[in-house]
């Protein structure tokens, strides 16, 4: 632990005599550690591919399309808009500050620690960086212990391709994490589950230091009748299976449907499913395993509760050696299940079935509220239900997931589900202290009234500027007092 402890201090102390200096308050070297990480995520690709595989056995489609191509969008964004990010936003002067000028500008908070997750590991880290970089911050990064590959592959590769004096790399597990959340920070970005939120927001309450959370849920999908079923199944199984194999936090956690609708979208499921993964999905190279046994026997588990193992209408297979779990769909398992009342985070589906559709909305609502939501309907008046009852960090209509890759929408929780968002000019906020800047003239008239000794006269005058009278504002800029006393 005492290694953890040094190790975290160093890293800390040399980001922020680097900060100190004033060198990433420049957009010259903001806009460098950003060009940086666009040639890292280009030149390094096979390696960024091959340390995925080696963690999760992620296709290779999958870690581009997820990982590096949205790596690469988040600093092509924040490369095209910095300038006018950084650019001091004019407001107007208040009525008792006149004559003034008024400005916000965007300050970087300093010294901030990103603790990432291991699901999407080059993503999660990476993105946030971004973030902090183009916002003028020093950055340490703590990657996952989980993956374990990637997390080398970053500590690599970062000094190679960023100014090293402001950006660095922890690695380890839960000593270093915990010797990282001792110290003094401007700012905590964590990606990962609410166990851990909890615990990272306890060190962060010691030092009163705003926290980022970007968490999970039980993201629910609703599918009306009104709606292209087949359509609606490809792209569920997207968002679930294709987006590593359910580890993340915005697949699909569950289905509600109506009881009459429910087999016929179960069968364009299957169909779906067998198309993508053959009928030994076990033996796909396009499916990701279990990031490892612990994350494996949990799943295991949640199959072979006694309530909801008789539920299983498709798939089920595991292999323990390989820790893959074949596509799984389940119906009308119980809602107090252990399935039903944990973020599944695997590739374990349930199905629940309703007499009408309308009913969705009670069960959503039964629990925390999810990160993401999914509504496949082609009904504008059920679309603008669902948008008015149910709360969630994001939602989407016939379609899962997709929303994450659009830079110009925030991506965060609320209530369980996390706090703060990111991506895009959420990302720049995300790292940024907004300061109220006035500036005001001494050279014109001084309001005299605003001073003791305090009379009725000076009261009226003040009475009269804060409803806009325009006669009372004279008598405030040329120092007027109601009488021949002037204080």
């Given at each position: 632990m005492d290694a953890a402890v040094a190790a975290a201090a160093e890293a800390r102390e040399r980001v922020r005599a680097s900060f100190a200096t004033g060198r990433t308050?420049?957009?010259?070297?903001?806009?460098?550690?950003?060009?940086?990480?666009?040639?890292?995520?280009?030149?390094?690709?096979?390696?960024?591919?091959?340390?995925?595989?080696?963690?999760?056995?992620?296709?290779?489609?999958?870690?581009?399309?997820?990982?590096?191509?949205?790596?690469?969008?988040?600093?092509?964004?924040?490369?095209?808009?910095?300038?006018?990010?950084?650019?001091?936003?004019?407001?107007?002067?208040?009525?008792?500050?006149?004559?003034?000028?008024?400005?916000?500008?965007?300050?970087?908070?300093?010294?901030?620690?990103?603790?990432?997750?291991?699901?999407?590991p080059f993503l999660l880290a990476i993105d946030p960086v971004v973030g902090a970089i183009a916002a003028g911050n020093a950055v340490v990064l703590k990657p996952s212990e989980v993956a374990p590959a990637t997390s080398?592959?970053?500590?690599?590769?970062?000094?190679?391709?960023?100014?090293a004096s402001c950006v660095r790399v922890v690695q380890g597990g839960i000593p270093e994490t915990t010797a990282l959340l001792e110290l003094t920070w401007d700012k905590?970005?964590?990606?990962?589950?609410?166990?851990?939120?909890?615990?990272?927001?306890?060190?962060?309450?010691?030092?009163?230091?705003?926290v980022v959370l970007e968490l999970g849920g039980k993201c629910p999908v609703v599918v009306d009748s009104n709606v292209n079923i087949h359509v609606a199944a490809k792209r569920i199984a997207a968002g679930k299976w294709g987006c590593n194999s359910g580890q993340a936090c915005i697949s699909p956690d569950y289905i509600v449907t109506t009881k009459s609708l429910a087999p016929k979208l179960l069968e364009s499921l299957k169909k779906v499913l067998r198309k993508f993964y053959g009928e030994d999905p076990l033996r796909s190279p396009d499916l990701s395993r279990i990031v490892n046994s612990n994350h494996f026997n949990r799943l295991r588990t949640l199959m072979d509760d006694g309530t909801v193992a008789g539920k299983i209408?498709?798939?089920?297979?595991?292999?323990?050696?390989?820790?893959?779990?074949?596509?799984?769909?389940?119906?009308?398992?119980?809602?107090?299940?252990?399935i039903m009342k944990e973020?599944?985070?695997?590739?374990?589906?349930?199905?629940?079935?309703?007499?009408?559709?309308?009913?969705?909305?009670?069960v959503i609502n039964s629990v925390s509220k999810p990160l993401a939501a999914y509504l496949f309907t082609n009904d504008s008046r059920l679309k603008q239900q669902f948008e008015r009852n149910i709360s969630s960090g994001g939602m989407i209509f016939n379609d899962t997931a997709i929303h994450l890759t659009n830079p110009h929408l925030p991506f965060g929780g609320v209530g369980e589900s996390g706090m703060g968002a990111y991506h895009g000019a959420f990302s720049f906020d995300a790292f940024t202290h907004r300061k109220a800047v006035l500036d005001r003239s001494s050279f014109l008239g001084e309001a005299r009234a605003r001073y003791p000794p305090y009379t009725p006269a000076k009261l009226g005058i003040l009475r009269g500027v804060l409803k806009g009278n325009p006669l009372a504002m004279v008598l405030a800029a040329v120092g007027y007092t109601g009488g021949r006393r002037r204080a």
């Open positions: 308050r420049a957009a010259a070297w903001r806009e460098a550690q950003l060009r940086g990480l666009l040639r890292m995520a280009a030149e390094m690709e096979d390696d960024v591919c091959a340390a995925l595989r080696a963690d999760l056995a992620k296709p290779q489609t999958e870690s581009y399309v997820h990982e590096i191509s949205l790596v690469t969008t988040s600093c092509k964004f924040a490369l095209k808009n910095l300038k006018k990010w950084m650019k001091p936003q004019k407001v107007p002067g208040g009525v008792l500050t006149f004559p003034s000028a008024a400005r916000v500008t965007a300050e970087p908070l300093g010294v901030v620690l990103v603790i990432s997750a291991w699901n999407y080398s592959l970053l500590a690599e590769l970062l000094p190679r391709y960023v100014d905590i970005f964590y990606t990962g589950n609410s166990k851990v939120g909890r615990i990272v927001m306890s060190y962060a309450a010691k030092h009163l230091t705003p209408a498709f798939g089920g297979q595991s292999d323990e050696q390989q820790l893959r779990i074949a596509p799984t769909l389940l119906l009308d398992v119980p809602l107090d299940s252990a973020e599944i985070f695997g590739p374990l589906l349930p199905i629940i079935t309703v007499d009408k559709i309308s009913e969705s909305f009670a």
